[in-house]
């Protein structure tokens, strides 16, 4: 059985904001290693996001979330929606929200990042070295868009 990771935030209100994925089982061997793909996909997390998800939870391993998002427009309400297939099998195909989105990265006139270059290409590349399936496969990410939630 794999591992998990809850990566989390406050957007601008102090709301907590949180997503989670699945990753290989952490073991002694390869602690070091995950505990690295982890951080970089935080990191690309961050430069798609108007917050900051200084927050995680990795199995055994909990860091508390920091200070509030210093943008206004950082709200939970508002996500990127990434949609993904599982490498392997359509019984792992999925779906995860991240909060607090940068709408700067939206493709004009769409709404979907862009993912050709920069932030949009750099946060791809690091969930699909990260994040597997519910099926415990490698994923590919389809696309990501902006989505709302009404509370």
Do not use: C
């Amino acid at each position: 059985m794999g591992s998990s990771v809850v990566l989390k935030a406050k957007d601008f209100t102090n709301e907590p904001t949180r997503f989670g994925f699945n990753t290989l089982q952490i073991t002694s061997a390869n602690i070091v290693a995950q505990l690295a793909l982890i951080q970089t996909l935080q990191d690309a997390v961050d430069g798609v996001a108007l917050g900051v998800f200084s927050g995680k939870t990795v199995q055994a391993l909990d860091v508390p979330t920091g200070v509030k998002a210093a943008v206004e427009n950082a709200q939970r309400e508002s996500k990127w929606r990434v949609v993904y297939t599982d490498d392997v099998t359509p019984l792992g195909n999925g779906s995860f929200e991240i909060g607090m989105p940068d709408l700067t990265l939206l493709v004009a006139g769409e709404g979907n990042m862009d993912v050709s270059a920069g932030a949009g290409l750099t946060l791809v590349n690091a969930i699909e070295a990260v994040v597997l399936s519910r099926q415990e496969n490698a994923i590919t990410v389809l696309k990501i868009s902006h989505v709302g939630r009404n509370i």
